[in-house]
């Protein structure tokens, strides 16, 4: 079965410094992988997606097959970006996302 | 214009009623999906439609009902409310890209 693993609940880190939010799946296939955030009070949005290979806010994720891993990287974090954060991962493009149990990131002023 | 809508944001019922959530998207989207997002905040797929077909439809209570009307509307119909239903729904569409645009969530208590 697919599976999307987030080891870290919680993640707290002060302005200016590095992030790296993991994110592992399990899946035979070639996934499509994304991060979604969720921002306070707001609804959920698409951050990035891997076969994009783009920069979105900052933020940067490669797919590494090897290590079926697909972590999201900041160096240097800002206080806006504190909030929730999903890995998800579609089999095709036509279907449903599976979504990793989110971490939540703190940046401290 | 807000691309996925919910209605209501907020629903607060008692135990045993039947309450709607409403979705409609104004994307042309193909595939819409109705997501759980619990107290711990996991997200889950409930339902999955393509073209106003079921394609999707994960360990759901059957108390739970998606109805589709057409494309652009995924209504979703709980009947006899139970404390464990309180939670966030997120209605979804997607163009078929593997990603997906969410609602804003109906929060629903049930009391």
């Known amino acids: 079965a697919q599976r999307v693993t987030q080891p870290e609940k919680l993640l707290s880190v002060f302005k200016g410094a590095p992030v790296e939010l993991k994110c592992n799946y399990s899946?035979?296939?070639?996934?499509?992988l994304f991060w979604y955030v969720q921002y306070s009070r707001q609804r959920l949005q698409l951050l990035l997606r891997h076969i994009s290979r783009e920069s979105i806010k900052g933020f940067t994720a490669d797919l590494n097959k090897g290590e079926t891993s697909f972590h999201l990287k900041k160096p240097f974090a800002q206080e806006e970006d504190s909030a929730m954060y999903y890995c998800a991962l579609s089999r095709r493009v036509t279907d449903k996302l599976i979504f990793g149990t989110g971490t939540r990131l703190q940046v401290f002023p | 214009d807000t691309a996925v809508s919910q209605t209501p944001k907020y629903l607060v019922t008692q135990m045993g009623n039947d309450k709607s959530i409403k979705c409609e998207q104004n994307?042309?989207?193909?595939?819409m999906y109705w997501y759980k997002q619990d107290s711990k905040k996991f997200l889950k797929i409930m339902f999955s439609?393509?073209?106003?077909?079921?394609?999707i439809n994960e360990t759901v209570p059957n108390r739970f009902s998606p109805k589709s009307p057409d494309k652009a509307h995924l209504n979703l119909h709980i009947n006899s409310l139970e404390l464990g239903d309180s939670a966030v729904y997120f209605c979804a569409s997607s163009p078929n890209s593997g990603d997906a645009f969410f609602g804003q969530g109906t929060r629903l208590t049930v009391v």
């Open positions: 439609y393509n073209n106003k077909e079921l394609i």
């Open positions: 899946y035979s296939g070639s996934p499509e």
């Open positions: 994307l042309g989207h193909d595939t």
